[in-house]
C-alpha cells in the first residue's frame, strides 16, 4: 500500500516528488525491517505452537505472514458489539484446552469483558487494557500504538511473550 499511495500522491500538482520518493524508500525499509524482525522472532517458535485467540478474525495478514494458527475468536461476528453466546464460549474454551493455547488477546478498540471471561475459564492469560493489541484502530499519541510500526512491534512483542519468546532488540531501521 505505500508504494500505490506514493505512486498516486506523486501525480497531485505541487508534491515534491523527491521527497516523497525518499520517504517512501525509507518507510518501505522500515516495514522489511519489521517483518525480518518478527519472522526472525517466530521462527524460535515450532510451528505447533504458534496459536492465536484473538477478538475477533482481524489478524488473518499476521496469521498468513508468520504461518500461525487461528484457533478462535471471541466475538463469532464481524459485528465488534455482538456477545457470545455460552455455548460458543464453551466451544471456543474446549478449543483453547484442546490445542493448548495458552493466552487470549482482546483488542484495544473493543471491550475486553468477553476475552477476560474465556480466559478464566480457559485457566489461560488474558491480554487486555495496555497488553492489548492493536487491530482495527491505532493507539493514542504516546502510545505502544501510536503508529503502525509501533502497534505491530507492540502485537508481535505481546504474541511472542505469550509463546515464551524473549524478542531480540529491535533493528536499528525500527529504532527511534
Do not use: C
Request: aromatic share 8%.
Amino acid at each position: 500500500m505505500v508504494e500505490n499511495i506514493a505512486h498516486g500522491l506523486i501525480e497531485v500538482p505541487g508534491v515534491d516528488a523527491d521527497a516523497l520518493e525518499t520517504n517512501e524508500a525509507a518507510y518501505l525499509q522500515r516495514l522489511h525491517a519489521l517483518d525480518a524482525w518478527i519472522e526472525e522472532n517466530v521462527a524460535q517458535v515450532p510451528i505447533e505452537r504458534r496459536l492465536l485467540v484473538t477478538n475477533h478474525d482481524a489478524f488473518t495478514y499476521f496469521v498468513d505472514a508468520y504461518d500461525l494458527t487461528f484457533v478462535g475468536s471471541v466475538i463469532p461476528s464481524f459485528d465488534d458489539n455482538a456477545e457470545p453466546s455460552a455455548a460458543e464460549i464453551d466451544a471456543l474454551v474446549a478449543k483453547i484446552a484442546e490445542t493448548g493455547v495458552q493466552a487470549v488477546f482482546s483488542e484495544a478498540s473493543i471491550s475486553p469483558k468477553a476475552a477476560e471471561t474465556i480466559a478464566a475459564e480457559a485457566g489461560v492469560t488474558v491480554y487486555s487494557g495496555p497488553d492489548a493489541l492493536y487491530g482495527d484502530s491505532l493507539g493514542a499519541p504516546g502510545s505502544d500504538g501510536a503508529t503502525y510500526l509501533d502497534s505491530q512491534v507492540h502485537n508481535a512483542r505481546l504474541i511472542l511473550e505469550s509463546w515464551g519468546v524473549e524478542p531480540s532488540a529491535l533493528p536499528a531501521a525500527l529504532q527511534g
